[in-house]
């Protein structure tokens, strides 16, 4: 069975970091994507980052965290990382990380139909 679980959350002021992780269990897949997600109350979810993790990392980025966000993966390759700097108010919401097997070598998706195991999400806040 396929386990996600988010850590690293908090309540940060503007302009601080945080460090988002994503441990993972359970699976087998040959070609793993991740991706972090987040979702503000009465906001549709948004996909902010994914990582395909075979080899040499592909990573994609909203344009809303380019620059700010970094998608990583651990050696173990087991845990993947958001590390969040220069954070703003409105990257407050509740992050979630979800896993798929991918296609192929892919630039990997930010849709969030596309997943298929999902965490149980942790709350991030940054006040202004």
């Known amino acids: 069975q396929v386990q996600l679980v988010e850590s690293g959350g908090g309540s940060v002021q503007a302009g601080g970091s945080l460090r988002l992780s994503c441990a993972a269990s359970?699976?087998?897949?040959?070609?793993?994507?991740v991706g972090w997600f987040r979702q503000a109350p009465g906001k549709e979810r948004e996909g902010v980052a994914a990582?395909?993790?075979?080899?040499?990392?592909?990573?994609s980025y909203a344009d809303s965290v380019e620059g700010r966000f970094t998608i990583s993966q651990a050696s173990a390759k087991n845990t993947v990382y958001l590390q969040m700097n220069s954070l703003k108010p409105e990257d407050t919401a509740m992050y979630y990380c979800?896993?798929?097997?991918?296609?192929?070598?892919?630039?990997?998706?930010?849709?969030?139909?596309?997943?298929?195991?999902w965490g149980q999400g942790t709350q991030v806040t940054v006040s202004s």
């Open positions: 979800a896993a798929r097997e991918c296609p192929g070598t892919v630039v990997p998706s930010r849709r969030e139909y596309d997943y298929n195991y």
């Open positions: 359970g699976y087998r897949f040959t070609r793993p994507c």
């Open positions: 990582i395909y993790r075979p080899g040499a990392s592909i990573t």
